[in-house]
């Protein structure tokens, strides 16, 4: 298993800038994982590390070795780098057998057909030597190919959109079944993907890229949690960012009433900042005087996810059980209780300080709960 430092590492082909500043680090037997729109430079820079790629500036370290800097770029086949790619065509015209054990040629005849074994047992797959890739489905098929990256032990792992000619449910699986494999055999795995679950349900690290630039490099969690950008915010799971003004007592003026917070007294008054507010933010309350109206409902298996629109046309997202159903058009209450607060000030960066503690939310006399304003 390997160490992979990436450091400041900048890509452009001709004028336009691809790959800027990009660092990042996986310790060794660590899963990452990359995440971003389309065009955001995520294949290039895993092409960088395999070796495909020379850089203009930064460097790239394999174990502490510097593999790939302005006037370096070490070959592929010296790097101990395996990889899995999106298209991964398997030889038609070899067995199963000879696809998993065709990059481990230096190896005996008695290695190949320990190892071949071995990894069929580990993907599940016993038996299946002899089979043609035209007679396995695809997510069989995709496995092989996993099991022919890991053959000769590599050190590292990339892995581009791996299982995206997937369906879902079977991308579901693999990602859990192939997190798995790859801590079994103690290797360091950097991913690309398009599809945040798969991200959630194999990384230890994961960043969302942006234009180029790596905007976060973080666990899962604190990506979903304490999303240091907007753009982040945006793009990993669901939410709205509402816009709010701080005054100069220190609270923040928001459409869902008067937030208070100790790290707000640290905000010059007047500033306008954004804030997140996930579903679990926002709790259905037939009593609250916040209401508005189901414009959409989404199935998330346990939960339904309601799309609410404020009578302001500020629209906001709420969960409820699903086997409770509300319909579309409904009026519904609605009540904010934040565990944290995520505040973004107007250059989109986060602001330091708002997730040690829950804010209190007063509500604006417009949405008082019924109760208090007879
Ligand atoms: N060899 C090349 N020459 C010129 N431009 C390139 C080259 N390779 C990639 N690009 C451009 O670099 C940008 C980033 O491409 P890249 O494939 O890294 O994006 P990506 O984030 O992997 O996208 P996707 O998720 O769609 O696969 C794109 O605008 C692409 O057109």
């Known amino acids: 298993m390997s160490r992979l430092q990436l450091d400041k590492i900048h890509i452009s082909f001709g004028a336009a800038h691809i790959v800027n500043g990009v660092s990042l680090q996986l310790e060794q ?16 820079l895993l092409r960088a590390i395999a070796g495909f790629q020379s850089l203009q500036v930064g460097s790239i370290s394999i174990d502490n ?22 298209d991964f065509a398997l030889f038609p015209h ?3 057998a000879d696809n998993i054990s065709f990059g481990m040629r230096k190896a ?27 007679e396995l489905s695809g997510g069989q098929q ?51 993907t398009h599809d945040q679950q798969e991200a959630f349900a194999m990384a230890d690290k994961a960043g969302v890229m942006y234009q180029g630039e790596l905007l976060q490099w973080d666990t899962p969690y604190q990506l979903y949690h304490q999303p240091r950008h907007q ?9 709205v960012l509402l816009q709010g003004t701080v005054n100069t007592q220190g609270s923040l003026a928001s459409p869902l009433g008067m937030l208070e917070h100790p790290s707000l007294m640290q905000v010059a008054g007047g500033t306008p900042v954004s804030f997140l ?11 609250s005087r916040l209401r508005g109206k189901i414009k959409a409902r989404g199935f998330r298996g346990a939960h339904n996810l309601y799309t609410v629109q404020l009578s302001s046309g ?15 058009g409904a009026d519904i209450g609605l009540r904010a209780e934040f565990d944290h607060l995520v505040v973004f000030a107007a250059d989109h960066c986060e602001l330091p300080g708002f997730h040690e503690q829950a804010p209190t939310v007063q509500p604006l006399p417009s949405v008082l709960p019924k109760s208090q304003s007879a």
């Open 29 to 44: 037997g660590e899963i990452g994982c990359l995440l971003g729109p389309s065009g955001c430079g995520k294949t290039t």
């Open 65 to 86: 070795n510097t593999v790939s800097e302005s006037n370096k770029t070490v070959p592929p086949e010296q790097r101990g780098v395996g990889m899995v790619f999106q």
């Open 94 to 96: 070899l067995n199963v």
């Open 108 to 134: 005996s005849s008695t290695e190949r057909r320990k190892r071949v074994d071995e990894l069929l047992d580990r993907i599940g797959l016993p038996g299946y030597h002899k089979r043609f890739p035209h």
């Open 142 to 192: 995709q496995r092989i190919a996993l099991a022919r990256a890991l053959a000769p032990k590599p050190g590292l792992l990339l892995l581009d959109e791996p299982f995206s000619s997937l369906d879902a449910e079977l991308r579901e699986r693999l990602a859990v079944e192939v997190r798995e494999l790859l801590k079994n055999e103690g290797i360091t795995a950097l991913l690309v």
């Open 231 to 239: 753009l982040v915010a945006d793009f990993i799971g669901h939410g």
């Open 277 to 287: 507010v996930r579903p679990d933010d926002i709790v259905p309350d037939p009593e």
């Open 314 to 328: 500020i629209e906001l997202l709420t969960l409820s059980p699903s086997h409770e159903v509300l319909d579309v």
